[in-house]
């Protein structure tokens, strides 16, 4: 759908009075982001910013934790035994499954 000569007119006329993008879309039958393309290519564009445009950050002060009572001087450190060490498993052959398969099955049945 191309741009005729009345909806360039009414799009400027819409623009000019501050309407949105969105809106001016609904009016002329047209996508937003069609209307924003337009816009764009004719170099229109909102004469000021959103107030979050440009935000002042503000750096928050770090608060420093109160040292208590039993803070302030020095303790023993709690040190854990180490975990102790599981013996490495045995790795079975495929002839030694089949053997302890075999045994289980004649056990069972």
Known sequence: MS??????ALLKELWAAGH???Q???????SRNAVSAKL?????KRGHKPPTANPKIVAVPTRRPALAATCARPTDRV???????????RE?????????????VRNTG
């Open 20 to 22: 949105s993008a969105g």
């Open 24 to 30: 001016i879309a609904s009016r002329l039958g047209y």
């Open 79 to 89: 040190v854990s035994k180490p975990k102790p060490i599981a013996a490495p498993t």
């Open 3 to 8: 741009w005729d000569a009345k909806d360039v």
């Open 92 to 104: 079975f052959t495929k002839r030694e499954l089949y053997a302890m398969l075999a045994n289980a």
């Open 40 to 44: 764009k290519r004719m170099g229109h």
